[in-house]
């Protein structure tokens, strides 16, 4: 089947925009998700929410939680009470390593229902380890 692309304003005030890519139509388990944050989201105390739906077959959230420099990211069926998978990612804690006045864009990969990884900008960030 051909690839699926679809993008979305943001419905946050955290968010700028947000789009999934399913390169086969008939597998909603590959693909990749991109949320755009806005500027100063990450200067934020707030958590930031972005999701996006592919009913009945799909969908993915992502919190940014920046109070706690962290990202976790849900993958499954729509109006499911229980996700097929979800991770917790660490934002970069080096000094300086993250200008939180600027827009940022969160990628996140995944394969065969599952979260394979997660990006602030270009940069890969490290799975949280343990209990979120």
Do not use: C
Request: aromatic fraction near 6%; hydrophobic fraction near 40%.
């Amino acid at each position: 089947m051909p690839a699926i692309n679809k993008q979305e304003p943001g419905r946050h005030p955290g968010v700028t925009s947000r789009a999934v890519h399913i390169p086969d139509g008939s597998d909603f388990d590959t693909g990749t998700y991109t949320t755009v944050l806005a500027p100063n989201a990450l200067g934020s105390a707030n958590t930031i929410e972005s999701l996006i739906m592919l009913p009945p077959e799909f969908e993915v959230a992502i919190h940014v939680d920046p109070a706690r420099w962290q990202v976790e990211i849900f993958l499954g069926p729509p109006f499911s009470s229980l996700p097929s998978d979800a991770r917790t990612f660490l934002l970069p804690d080096t000094p300086g390593a993250i200008d939180v006045a600027a827009a940022h864009a969160i990628r996140v990969e995944f394969a065969r229902g599952n979260i394979t990884e997660a990006f602030l900008d270009d940069t890969s960030l490290s799975p949280k380890q343990g209990r979120s």
